[in-house]
């Protein structure tokens, strides 16, 4: 997958075309299956980077035929309403709703609760021809079933955040079961920057719930070296000042 220094300035999380794990599974994808995939952007807040490169700039690495039938969908969920109305309208500017939802949900209830946001499912209802399997179980049960999603995303140290911001730790393990739960076997998990804000042991939370670490990159943003991560890499060690660091998990 060739690199690209502009790509990378503006979609960090292109980074993960580094991994060849990640690679390997978005290639069998893209040869072998015949159906979309989904992809969660959790906690995404208002931030349109994850979507657009997902469904923009990785189609085009891929060298993805924009005519194909199956697609890469991302479903963007969030707490906050006003900070998804805001992701709606850069997605709205961007054209990119054909292949991005913005679903109102908190992590740990997003199995009973989750709504699509009216202008994502006035889209939807407008476009029938692009709804998913998945758009239509959301519009008419208003939750996410388990083993949804092929590929989850917790971006920038959202595992840190959350051990944070929920002040009592049982509330920030339900959300992560939740977001295992709904993460198919087999699928993947990227988790990026974590420990950028927060100093939690991410590989141990998320492997203590059911995901299986296989495999972390540190990237110099200055010279570009890449430095594999083991397992027992120490917290305080990742994403440090001006380094990109990603963890990649699978479920089990």
Known sequence: MMEDKHLRNVYPVSWVTESPRFIKYIEKWHSDSKDNLLVADFASGEHDRIPTFFT???????????????????YCTDIHALRLDSLLGKLEEDDLLNNVRVVHAALETMDTNAKLRTPSMDFIKDNPDIATWLDNFLIREQAFPSECFDVGILNADVVGYMHEYYKEYSDALIGLQKVQRLIRNNGLLVVTMPCSLYIVDNIAVLEEIGFKYLQGVDINLSSGEKTYLEKNVKPTSLSKLGHYTFLIFTKI
């Open 56 to 74: 923009k700039e990785l189609p085009r690495l891929l060298k993805h035929p924009p005519a194909s039938k199956k697609r890469i969908i991302v």
